[in-house]
């Protein structure tokens, strides 16, 4: 038996709480907030679970294994370093830090201490990114021209970080995972109204290799929820919506075929063939309603006892970091185009 302890209990706390309480092979022993009403919240439920307003309490305890971390952002790196070096296992809400510098460090200290370090991009561990990423590794969607996301909505605004810090790296995280690889470059342009120095509104193009772009729209300042992917390929196009319960995934058999007008084999001059439109059927797979949550809290249990890498290891929360990086010097810069440094 794993077990386990959760640091910080606010607004996404008590999600994770239930699934850690609930995984297979562990156990919910600690739960560490600085506020005393919200641990009180969380005993009501969970009576036996031993409670700290100090993590020091909670990290000196012989009855823990590993730390997941859910606390705002900015303490992120400091809490994981902590537990690290009290010998814990860590699982970090996103992001994994406020900057590669502070991700190497994480990385290098789990390493040495032979310590799993796993980032909670959520949606990696979703049924319908699991399809996407299926419909992209076998070829069914051909050669993935560009994607575009949408994660809108009207709140919640946060004070500590950015509108991008906040809700952009579910996208980033998933567009990595689909295409397997780094953006070269990113070009982000952030709009603040709300707070100053605060953006409230990030509009982003990432320039992967291969031609391939995405562009993420984050806001916290729209009418309504959104929570839409695109897919764009040369065979078929692919919608992914979250807010959509009975359709999730939608798969487009649509695109534009190249038909050649002649006897030329090659294409050389534009008499030479036609471009057809090609619309087909849509498909709308079953989709297993399985809690995203549930699913990471277990991978990083199993994890643990195995020694597997988790998907979302501590490499994969830097790259993620470097992306919102190379954004913000964007933003800055008058979203002029930033290398994104590997």
């Known amino acids: 038996m794993i077990n386990l302890g959760l640091a ?3 607004y996404w706390g008590p999600n994770l709480a239930r699934n ?3 995984v297979e092979n562990a156990g919910l022993e600690w739960v560490c907030d600085a506020d005393r009403a919200s641990l009180n919240k969380i005993t009501a439920i969970y009576p036996k679970v031993k409670t700290a307003t100090d993590i020091s309490d909670m990290l000196n305890a012989t009855d823990l294994d590993a730390v997941v971390v859910a606390t705002p952002a900015g303490t992120h790196f400091d809490l994981a370093r902590r537990c690290l070096e ?6 970090v809400e996103k992001p994994l830090a406020m900057s590669s510098a502070e991700c190497d460090e994480l990385i290098d200290l789990a390493e040495s201490k032979n310590l799993k370090l796993m980032v909670g991009h959520t949606f990696l561990y979703s049924p319908p990114v699991l399809k996407l990423k299926q419909l992209v590794e076998t070829g069914e969607v051909g050669d993935a021209y560009y994607a575009y996301s949408t994660r809108v909505n009207l709140g919640r605004i946060r004070k500590d970080v950015n509108a991008m810090w906040n809700l952009a790296p579910h996208d980033i995280a998933i567009f990595l995972y689909l295409f397997g690889q780094t953006p070269v470059s990113v070009s982000a342009k952030g709009i603040t109204h709300v707070q100053p120095g605060i953006e409230d509104v990030v509009f982003m193009y990432l320039d992967f290799p291969g ?5 993420v729209h984050v806001s916290w300042l729209d009418p309504g929820k ?7 390929g040369s065979k078929k196009m692919v919608i992914y919506d979250d807010a959509n319960a009975d359709a999730k995934i939608q798969i487009y058999d649509k695109g534009v075929t ?3 007008n002649g006897s030329a084999e090659s294409f050389s001059s534009f008499g030479e063939f036609q ?3 090609r619309a087909g059927d849509v498909l709308i797979p079953k989709i297993a309603a399985t809690e995203p949550l549930k699913v990471e809290c277990q991978h990083f249990v199993d994890c643990i006892i195995s020694g597997e890498r988790p998907l979302t290891d501590g490499v994969h929360g830097k790259k993620v970091v470097q992306v919102l990086e190379a954004a913000q010097k964007s933003m800055k810069s008058g979203a002029c185009p930033v290398e994104v440094v590997s």
């Open 211 to 215: 031609n391939i772009t995405a562009h």
């Open 275 to 277: 471009l057809l439109l």
């Open 8 to 10: 910080g209990v606010g």
């Open 226 to 232: 959104v929570r839409r992917l695109t897919l764009v």
């Open 258 to 260: 190249k038909v050649s």
């Open 20 to 22: 850690l309480n609930n």
């Open 86 to 91: 009290a010998g814990k296992h860590v699982l």
